[in-house]
């Protein structure tokens, strides 16, 4: 999508990452705005799009919608979907554009909010508000397919990786076993492009947007990619964007005049040098009235909510939600032929209690985070609270749990959390999410981020999430079997493999799972599992070293 051939020309300022790595140590690490997690924005219009390659089941559209959230929530990271507003371009690609909005608007902000994303909408095209959160700093990155969010200035963008898309089928992203794990993208940075081989500015990204058409025309004909990206090097698409910024419309079009010639000039003469070879006749076909200067504003000067500050709630986000795994359960009902209760913590089970525990770690830190800095702002002298000292309470206690990640109170009647110091306090606390961990690894599929094997105790995340399930449906359809777990729930070793079916019953709701879990979110959360976990593993390397002497 977008430009034809761009995509190419900056291809070796790629980087292949693994997005657990990236939302790791870019996002929970780096701990950027103190948010705990890699902030991404997504364009929903592209989500559409992907969504109409669903066919299963009922509402197959959402149903894909519904399950690409569960894998963003599998990794600290923090989308921002932003939707297209209503100065939207009227026309893309030669097709007039509906004015009213996609019919699966709802069911998706459904979805987004009930994951506790965030959501916005655009006063006009999704792409241009993007690039411009991304340039401000509300965004980490922009998760997209289009090259065009360079051209509207974006900063940084992770390349959606989706097979669907042909550049990806040409550059299969394997990790270092040499597997295509499903786990990798390839990431851009616009600061990247200043090297040698790329040489590009956002002017001369827009010149070749124009050159060789994109969203808003069809460019020059008979320009290619390499003859545009001369052009851009011999510094055409900078004069061209400070024109577009600074002038008057009739400034510009006045400007244009002896740009146009002076294009010309260079594609006769290649007096600069960067051109593969000089070109007479395109020279000679360039019209008078090119670049449409429509078109060319609307990269330079696109609609976006820049023009009403950085006050505006577009650019306001507190990435403080959490998901509602209550909801989540009932949209699953209401939408899903599989929404009978059993089938739906059956399907969790693999779905979203690894992404729900993942969730569940960081806001935990996220306290962890807040409290260590209310201690330092409190006088040293003062004590915290009196009285004997208590056991150390669980990282991840109930009460934390429930305020965080249900709209449906489970606690007892007239309690009354009022802060986040509070959520370790209470009987019901003693029940622990996280029970051991049992071992640790480092995988190609995360660029060998280190990770826990956690044995995890559910019957909460269980309970949670049946609170949300009304009994709308009592019974499966015909043609469901309830043996028929789907094709999106399996990936026991994050390997890219599904796993193997096997004839053995399901295991029981509330029964112990294990799951991988980054060590660095552990490791805070939970010191003493960790402590323990390794006194263990000391113990055991001592032992095997005694036995070799």
């Known amino acids: 999508m977008g430009v034809a051939g761009l995509w190419d020309v900056i291809r070796p300022a790629g980087k292949l990452r693994s997005l657990t790595h990236l939302s790791i140590t870019d996002g929970f690490?780096?701990?950027?705005?103190?948010?705990?997690?890699?902030?991404?924005?997504?364009?929903?219009?592209?989500?559409?799009?992907?969504?109409?390659?669903?066919?299963?089941?009922?509402?197959?559209?959402?149903?894909?919608?519904?399950?690409?959230?569960?894998?963003?929530?599998?990794?600290p990271i923090l989308p921002l979907f932003v939707f297209d507003g209503p100065k939207r371009p009227e026309v893309k690609r030669g097709k007039r554009i509906s004015g009213k909005n996609h019919w699966m608007v709802q069911g998706m902000q459904e979805i987004i909010s009930a994951f506790g994303f965030e959501w916005r909408m655009a006063p006009g095209e999704a792409e241009a508000e993007l690039a411009y959160l991304n340039r401000i700093g509300v965004i980490d990155a922009v998760l997209s397919d289009d090259v065009d969010t360079f051209l509207f200035g974006a900063k940084m963008v992770v390349r959606n990786p989706s097979t669907n898309l042909s550049g990806n089928r040409a550059h299969s992203m394997k990790n270092a076993a040499g597997k295509d794990d499903g786990n990798h993208v390839m990431t851009y940075a616009a600061a990247d492009f200043s090297r040698d081989d790329i040489q590009l500015t956002q002017g001369g990204l827009i010149l070749i947007g124009v050159l060789r058409g994109g969203d808003y025309s069809d460019g020059l004909e008979r320009c290619g990619v390499a003859t545009a990206h001369g052009l851009a090097k011999a510094g055409f698409?900078?004069?061209?964007?400070?024109?577009?910024?600074?002038?008057?419309?009739?400034?510009?079009?006045?400007?244009?005049?002896?740009?146009?010639?002076?294009?010309?000039?260079?594609?006769?003469?290649?007096?600069?040098?960067?051109?593969?070879?000089?070109?007479?006749?395109?020279?000679?076909?360039?019209?008078?009235?090119?670049?449409?200067?429509?078109?060319?504003?609307?990269?330079?000067?696109?609609?976006?909510?820049?023009?009403?500050?950085?006050?505006?709630?577009?650019?306001?986000?507190?990435?403080?939600?959490?998901?509602?795994?209550?909801?989540?359960?009932?949209?699953?009902?209401?939408?899903?032929?599989?929404?009978?209760?059993?089938?739906?913590?059956?399907?969790?089970?693999?779905?979203?209690?690894?992404?729900?525990?993942?969730?569940?770690?960081?806001?935990a830190a996220l306290i962890k985070d807040r409290e260590a800095a209310a201690l330092v702002a409190r006088n040293p002298q003062t004590p915290r609270k009196s009285g004997k000292a208590q056991r150390a309470?669980?990282?991840?206690?109930?009460?934390?749990?429930?305020?965080?990640?249900?709209?449906?109170?489970?606690?007892?009647?007239?309690?009354?959390?009022?802060?986040?110091?509070?959520?370790?306090?209470?009987?019901?606390?003693?029940?622990?999410?996280?029970?051991?961990?049992?071992?640790?690894?480092?995988?190609?599929?995360?660029?060998?981020?280190?990770?826990?094997?956690?044995?995890?105790?559910?019957?909460?995340?269980?309970?949670?999430?049946?609170?949300?399930?009304?009994?709308?449906?009592?019974?499966?359809?015909?043609?469901?079997?309830?043996?028929?777990?789907?094709?999106?729930?399996?990936?026991?070793?994050?390997?890219?493999?599904?796993?193997?079916?096997?004839s053995k019953p399901p295991p029981a709701p509330?029964?112990?799972?294990?799951?991988?879990?980054?060590?660095?979110?552990?490791?805070?959360?939970?010191?003493e599992l960790v402590d323990e976990f390794e006194g263990v593993e000391q113990q055991k390397a001592e032992k095997k070293a005694a036995k070799g002497t």
């Open 29 to 75: 690490e780096a701990n950027p705005d103190g948010k705990r997690g890699f902030r991404v924005g997504i364009d929903a219009s592209i989500w559409f799009y992907h969504a109409t390659y669903g066919r299963e089941g009922e509402n197959p559209e959402l149903r894909t919608l519904f399950f690409r959230c569960t894998r963003l929530m599998e990794k």
């Open 237 to 363: 698409g900078d004069t061209l964007l400070n024109a577009a910024r600074t002038l008057s419309r009739d400034g510009l079009e006045d400007f244009l005049v002896g740009w146009r010639q002076d294009i010309r000039n260079e594609l006769r003469t290649n007096s600069s040098g960067r051109l593969q070879r000089k070109s007479p006749s395109l020279a000679k076909a360039i019209p008078e009235d090119f670049p449409n200067i429509d078109v060319l504003l609307a990269y330079t000067n696109p609609v976006t909510s820049e023009a009403k500050g950085p006050g505006h709630k577009n650019a306001v986000v507190d990435w403080d939600k959490e998901p509602d795994l209550g909801r989540i359960a009932g949209l699953c009902e209401m939408y899903f032929e599989w929404g009978v209760k059993e089938i739906i913590i059956k399907r969790f089970r693999n779905v979203l209690w690894p992404s729900a525990v993942l969730r569940i770690l960081r806001r």
């Open 393 to 502: 309470p669980p990282g991840t206690p109930s009460s934390m749990i429930t305020k965080h990640f249900a709209k449906f109170t489970l606690n007892t009647p007239g309690r009354n959390v009022q802060d986040d110091d509070d959520d370790a306090d209470g009987d019901e606390d003693s029940e622990r999410l996280i029970v051991k961990i049992h071992s640790s690894r480092r995988h190609a599929s995360t660029d060998d981020v280190l990770e826990y094997r956690l044995e995890i105790a559910p019957a909460q995340l269980v309970r949670l999430c049946e609170a949300g399930i009304r009994g709308l449906r009592t019974s499966l359809p015909p043609s469901l079997s309830d043996e028929d777990d789907g094709d999106e729930d399996e990936d026991e070793e994050c390997s890219g493999k599904k796993g193997k079916k096997t």
């Open 510 to 527: 509330d029964s112990h799972l294990r799951i991988w879990m980054p060590a660095c979110m552990v490791e805070i959360v939970e010191p």
